[in-house]
């Protein structure tokens, strides 16, 4: 069967999408979850667009030995210079350049004429070339470029040593049949087609990126970009789950193969959307929670029957309900550290120790622990940053009543590791915790958004908070899963001046 590599962009088209903002250690949580998932590509960043992108970036390619580990850059020597700083560690250096090519962006974006795009991208690969032995070229908005025009730079640039070319639907606007057809007309036109990778990128605005994806591997496309969840600018970009299971669900008709371990679907999404804080749709192919329920009772019935009756995919495909949680309050260090692991959690032993005290706390408190519950326990232990001295809530303390004023307290250390009580009042329990431990930086704090769910079902369920601030005119989002949801909120709101803080301590340094 044809291969067709899956070139994952969660961490930089995904990440670049409005109000989602991770940080190093959950880039790193993602890239290995991506490795599991098998994916060929991981495009981890755009290492000269900001210092806390380098980074994820250097140390993502330092980390990643299965897949292949790729960095963004536009056609300039200043970028791919410290994209190769950031990548030259990686087993097989890859870069990802880019350069604008219908008339509407030629003109207006980068105000150059056509003979000037083709020389910058020529010049670009030439450059790359001496450092990097994989070069991937985009043609920005390629769909809505001229045809003809994208032949004619991508012979140039064929011939100047790329190794991949991208052909990006950038802001959706193909249909099924175009999109195909441009492949086709491609890699019969372009020369030296058959010594390069030709790849779809297909962006969701009318919701045929999947339909648009699928025609270009049915039209010769090697290669496949998107992201999980279909995470992504505006619409969104493919939904990378959509296309594997497809691709293996209708392997009689498309006759290809992706090398994708479907079994970890289910925890790559689950992992993305925790920390990107963006909520699955129930009803999203493959990963929605209710992608697999079945409600009216003629259905029921059918497949009580027979699942095959209206299941065309097992939730154990995608590795749901896979293995039975064994865990509860009398287990040990060992069965957990066992279990962590099948998860895919390897912890170092002073984190392992701190999930493990507070899975004992949980355990004392909640009657069943469920797969859910743990992975939100491992997640959060796993991307906690160590090293910097940041604030931690000690205690928090709400007095409310239907006639009183809330008032919260708190007990919080520095990061100059000093006690502070800090006191204030609300209209509200969660206002009046917020009003609390704003008190403890310099200005306003914004909230912009503010969301409480629970995580998994039953009235003792763990509650999770999700708080978006606005401090220093930067937006950041923090988030905490506790039992109690006041709890919750007071860590939420702390981690997100956390982050903030580190977000600005990596702007003080230079790229
Ligand atoms: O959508 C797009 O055109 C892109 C390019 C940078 C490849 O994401
Ligand atoms: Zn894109």
Known sequence: MRKIDIFDTTLRDGEQSAGINLNTAEKIEIAKQLERLGVTIIEAGFPASSPGDFDAVHRIAGTVKNSIVTGLARCIQKDIDTTWEAIKVAQQPHIHIFLATSPIHMEYKLKKTPDQVVEQAVEAVKYAKKFFPLVQ????????????????????????????????????????????????????????????????????????????????????????????????????NVALEEIAVALHIRKDLYHVETGIQLQEIKRTSQLVSKLTNVVIQPNKAIVGKNAFAHESGIHQDGVL??????????????????????????????????????????????????????????????????????????????????????????????????????????????????????????????EAIFNTLEQLVPGAVHVIDYRVSSVGKGRDALGEAVINIRYDDVSTTGRNSSQDVLEASAKAYLNAINRHLIKASLRAQPV
């Not at 509860?328 to 493990?356: W, Y």
């Not at 997640?379 to 004023?405: C, R």
């Open 137 to 236: 070229w985009s043609a920005e908005d390629a769909f809505r470029s001229d045809h003809e025009f994208l032949v004619r730079i991508m012979n140039e640039v064929v011939a100047a040593g790329a190794t991949t070319i991208n052909v990006p639907d950038t802001v959706g606007y193909a249909s099924p049949e175009e999109y195909g057809a441009l492949f086709k007309f491609l890699l019969e036109n372009v020369k030296g087609a058959e010594k390069v990778k030709f790849s779809a990128h297909c962006h969701n605005d009318l919701g045929m990126a999947t339909a648009n994806t699928i025609a270009a591997i049915e039209n010769g496309a090697a290669q496949v970009e998107g992201t999980i969840n279909g995470i992504g600018e505006r619409a969104g």
């Open 305 to 430: 029957k027979n699942p095959e009756t209206y299941e065309i995919i097992s939730p154990a495909l995608i590795g749901e309900g896979e293995i039975p949680l064994v865990l509860g309050k009398h287990s040990g260090r060992a069965a957990f550290r066992d279990r962590a692991e099948t998860m895919g959690f390897h912890l170092s032993e002073e984190k392992l120790n701190k999930a493990f005290v507070e899975f004992k706390k949980l355990a004392d408190r909640k009657k069943e622990i469920t797969e859910e519950d743990l992975l939100t326990l491992l997640t959060e232990q796993q991307v906690q940053i160590e090293d910097v001295p940041l604030f931690d809530l000690k205690m928090v303390q709400v007095q409310y009543g239907t006639e009183n004023i809330p008032t919260a307290t708190a007990i919080v250390l520095t990061p100059e590791r000093l006690e502070k009580t800090v006191v204030a009042t609300g209209s509200g329990s969660v």
